[in-house]
């Protein structure tokens, strides 16, 4: 009988190794000097779950939508290649597939207020019969929208050449004479006496309808609107294929996709004195695979799990998720920069990443003493906050996302770079890219302590990661605060990201 546990203990889980990023693509490059028009700066990325699609949206309320094309070139060839035992060295490949207005500027006139055009989010939704579906929001409103194949039909093999048709008179060669025959204008005849083959014209026959090209087509199915009152910041699918949520600065709705007329109001959190009012929801999630869990951050720094089962308005919460600050570190920014701007949960839905202004955190969702991990990402703009506070900079919101096996989180930063981190325990992974087709890498391996044990429920030990106070970027060169890497998004099965730096859309693989 084996020694299980001998073994295990001579051969322990290796730390992955950092990986090597390199450009793949990128869509909408500026020429040096050439102006980006404020409309055509992304607003919006996400992958469908197969990683197959892309869409990206615009803040003139443009939808563009990318498709996969290496895998689809490469299917005759892949079971060659594993019979000659040869490697498949290829990276995700995508291409422009078609775009679509999604949002028009509109304007409220009971509170006179515009309402811009800009996409907030974009949700992937269940595709079905070769047709795309997706939900996309500006501030107030929510659009359903399947992006289909149409064939473009024409009707072919006429009877009439239309080179020799002169009019709407009789055909020029035709063997009746006309010469006796009165026209009137609209090509008929005065006198009758024409008689028509009993046996009929065999040449005459009916015209063929084919089917020449296919156009892609996005038809807008449904419109869910007057839900919210203050600006819709996230919107998120259910697992169930059937709902997805709302969420704005003090409330969060459920809807049917089915049904827009509708929306079922699950969380509250405007006081009835709005004096009283001390944060406001910033993300909302739902859980990957249970139908009836979602999470909520705030602008205070905490996260709220809640279980729909509980009541049908969630009022109360089933865990807070939220790090205790160190006692004498409160400062007039200490609750702007605590604010949370985006969450995501992993794949497994064990564990969320929230992102703040200063960093990244990971926290598991069975334990909510504190993050698992944290990794710095801002720490050297700390002497900074006050001329970052005079720009709004501060007020700048980031996104962050996983990789699809967890092992890795990103985020974005200033001059147009991007952060990545390794997460698994006794990872040093801390690597910085810049948006651009030569992406200048630099990586902080900073003392770290170990990552406690997803498993241990004695004491808390924290990880803080990829501390960098250079204060410059990674060509040596002051951070430029104008241009900002706000979001990104990682391919749900590959180490592939795509990042947004103003209106171009980069993509990298590993």
């Known amino acids: 009988m084996k020694n299980v546990g001998a073994e295990a203990a001579v051969a322990p889980v290796g730390v992955p190794q950092p990986l090597e990023w390199k450009f793949s693509q990128v869509f909408g490059e500026r020429t040096a000097g050439e102006e980006v028009q404020e409309v055509d700066i992304i607003s919006a990325i996400e992958f469908d779950r197969t990683g197959d699609h892309l869409a990206t949206g615009d803040r003139g309320g443009r939808v563009v939508l990318f498709e996969r094309t290496d895998t689809r070139d490469h299917v005759g060839h892949q079971r060659d290649l594993e019979k000659m035992d040869y490697p498949i060295n290829r990276h995700p490949e995508f291409r422009y597939k078609t775009e679509f207005q999604s949002h028009e500027p509109e304007f409220d006139y009971l509170k006179s207020l515009e309402i811009e055009e800009k996409i907030n989010k974009i949700r992937w939704c269940q595709s079905a019969n070769g047709a795309l579906f997706l939900l996309s929001t500006n501030d ?135 004096e009283d009012l001390t944060e406001v929801i910033t993300s909302a999630e739902f859980h990957p695979t249970h139908c009836n869990m979602l999470a909520y951050s705030s602008s205070k720094g905490s996260i709220r799990l809640i279980d729909l089962r509980q009541s049908a308005l969630c009022d109360t919460h089933s865990k807070l998720f939220e790090e205790q600050e160190a006692p004498g570190s409160r400062s007039f920014f ?126 808390v030990v924290r990880r803080v990661k990829g501390a960098d106070n250079s204060g410059v970027d990674a060509n040596g060169n002051t951070f430029d605060f104008t241009t900002k890497l706000l979001h990104l998004a990682w391919h749900p099965t590959e180490n592939s990201l795509a990042c947004a730096a103003s209106n171009s859309l980069y993509m990298y693989y590993a």
């Not at 990443?353 to 334990?367: A, H, P, Q």
């Not at 910085?432 to 630099?442: C, D, F, Q, V």
């Open 140 to 274: 107030k409103t929510i659009k359903f929208w399947k992006v289909q194949e149409k064939k473009v039909k024409k009707l072919c093999d006429l009877n009439v050449d239309s080179a020799k048709a002169m009019g709407n008179g009789p055909i020029v060669g035709s063997s009746i004479s006309t010469s006796s025959k009165q026209h009137i204008a609209n090509g008929g005849c005065t006198n009758n006496d024409f008689s028509f083959p009993p046996m009929g014209f065999p040449s005459l026959h009916l015209p063929v309808v084919t089917s020449h090209e296919t156009n892609l087509m996005a038809r807008c199915r449904r419109i869910y609107a007057h839900a919210h009152d203050y600006h819709i910041n996230s919107i998120s699918n259910n697992s169930d294929g059937e709902t997805f949520i709302s969420a704005d600065d003090l409330r969060i709705n459920l809807w049917n996709l089915e049904i827009s007329n509708q929306s079922f109001n699950i969380v509250d959190v405007k006081p009835a004195n709005m």
């Open 334 to 459: 200490t609750e702007i920069i605590a604010s949370i701007s985006d969450i995501k949960f992993a794949k497994d839905g064990r564990h969320i990443l929230s992102r703040d202004y200063m960093t990244l955190k990971l926290w598991d969702i069975n334990m909510d003493s504190g993050p698992v991990a944290t990794f710095q990402v801002h720490e050297y703009l700390r002497p900074k906050l006050c001329d970052l506070y005079e720009n709004d900079s501060i007020f700048d919101k980031f996104e962050c996302c996983l990789s699809g096996d967890g092992l890795r989180v990103a985020t974005g930063s200033y001059s147009n770079q991007f952060r990545v981190f390794g997460c698994s325990e006794g990872s040093t992974e801390a690597t910085t890219l810049e948006a651009s087709k030569n992406p200048m890498r630099k990586q902080s391996q900073t003392s770290s302590r170990p990552l406690r044990s997803l498993g241990s429920l004695s004491g």
